[in-house]
């Protein structure tokens, strides 16, 4: 069974040695992050989940990585052991490699200011108050600057960060992804017209000045070579590889036991009504129904249906959704006829 840890202390041990900011956040009770245990007494095994991710610590348990927190898209596990059951449980899971940079950075604070100050003309730099940050969370591109904090008012408590403004609008920004009590998780985006010119690299210099100004420490997790190319220059120094297995966030809507019996009836191949008369088949293997047909590459795909809804299904890794009705299969909005 699996319990949340309100004693969140008693998993300290489980977690020793491991430095991700996001455990400390959860161990901390900070933003709602969360630790789940099978033994709520002496747990020997643990995951914290903050954000998106999960982070497994301890002796590997099957009944801890086959639960998944409403939210979850990126589970951690820090060894071997871990990797092999999620790889198990969650076998549509895309493993991909993550970039640990070390928590002991000791920041040139001249060479900071110096970027800052190397702001191209026609930019502005400004501090995230409550008018950016609705900007912000409205903006897909710079969501995760400010979208895990639970209002306004607990960023503008808790968090910080700095935008960068063309023209009154926002193309790059810096800020606390999440937050620990003694310090921040980095986050930074920048719109892609606007990449290449440094923009990133200044709102960064400018987010770890205020963080030391206040005795905070600003970590950094990287996602990509390009992530980790810029904590270089801001001065961090690169750790080691991890991997990370992402799973969609449509897993939080499939149906956990849905009524199959009239699935056979939806078995069938149809046709798009327009010009093109692409054909889709729908079929049905053991208990799951499949969807065949030829991408735009002209490569055949064959893709499980996640069923959301009575006769509603989704896709996994992508954003397109299959609705039936009698003798008709709509996807995307584009309406097929049953052949």
Known sequence: MIYELKETAKAEPVFAGMEDSMIRSCLQGMMGGKIYVTDPEAPRSALAFLACFSFYAGEPDRELVAFKPEGVVGMVPPDEGWAALIEECWPGADKATRYAIRKDTRFDREDLEGIVASLPAGYELRRIDGVLYDTLLENEQFEDCVGHFASKEEFLEL??????????????????????????????????????????????????????????????????????????????????????YWLDKILDRVIPNPDKSGWDVLCGRYERQTEDRKVFEVLRKGADLYVKFISRKGEPLELKLFPVGEKHFGLMWADDEFVFADGVMT????????L
Do not use: Q
């Open 159 to 244: 968090g910080r960060g700095f935008a960068i403004l063309k023209d009154g609008s926002p193309v790059a920004a810096a800020s606390s992804y999440t937050v620990y009590r003694e310090g921040i998780e980095i986050e930074i985006d920048t719109e892609e017209e606007y990449r290449r010119k440094g923009l990133a690299s200044v709102a960064g210099a400018a987010l770890i000045l205020s963080c030391l100004d206040d005795g905070l420490y600003p970590s950094w997790d990287a996602a990509n070579l390009i992530s980790v190319h810029l904590a270089e220059k801001l001065g961090y120094e690169f750790s080691h590889e991890y991997p990370c």
């Open 331 to 338: 996807a995307n909005g584009d309406a097929f006829r049953k």
